[in-house]
């Protein structure tokens, strides 16, 4: 690997030795398309995927920086391990249920909602803070928030959470420190910051044309930084959530 690649590397806790396994959202089955069904003739495992753009990424990225290691994919429901080196967990807890058994850890939560409504990030250590999506005034979606958690459990895992309002943050989230040209600044902006230490990193995630735009922190920094050393509570090194369009107190 090279020096780029190493520092990604690094970050993402993979290397030719690495187990790790990927644990995707997957859609609710009154909602899924009938051949996401075994019993289907025409069955497809990955119909029952949701955020299936960010998984794709996830898996391309980490096989371009390791290709070494071993990546295997699940949905929460087909989930039972316990003993990866690194664990990564694609998309919120609405359809994630492997995400919401970190929630109780975290020091934030997503609000929920109805199905078709978004479900806003809430800060409670912020005034109960509220992030969530920006929409034109043609219901266009034009802003997402990307949130980034990193987690060391005692056992030796290392967790990475990619979560979003919707499909458009968890895909940033996943860019911010995995992107080719972006992902090393990103990731020694981060490190710099802090350390090995657990993090939440919260930036926006904006759609130009269909393509999502990855945030360059080292511009105008995060929306968001927290960590924490240990179990100790987490503390707000940066708060920039004032500038955000989708930001309430």
Known sequence: MGGEAELLARFWNVSPATRLDIVCSEIP???RPYFASPADRNYLRYAKFADLDTLIYVKTRIAQICPQATVRDFAPSEYHDANADT????????WNSKYREFLPQLP???????????????????N??????????????????????RLALAQGTTVYLLGGCLTLGVLGAAKLCLDSRRGVPNVSYAQERIGEDDFVLVCETRRLGGITDTAVLGDSGPLLLMSRAGNAPFTVLTDNTERYRGSRR
């Open 29 to 31: 089955e009154e909602e």
């Open 87 to 94: 664990l990564i967990v694609i998309g919120g807890p609405p």
């Open 108 to 126: 934030y939560y997503f609000e929920p909602h109805e199905l078709g409504e978004d479900d806003p990030l809430i800060v409670p250590a912020l």
């Open 128 to 149: 109960g803070l509220s992030l969530g999506p920006v929409w034109s005034p043609d219901r266009s979606l034009l802003e997402d928030v990307a949130i980034l958690t």
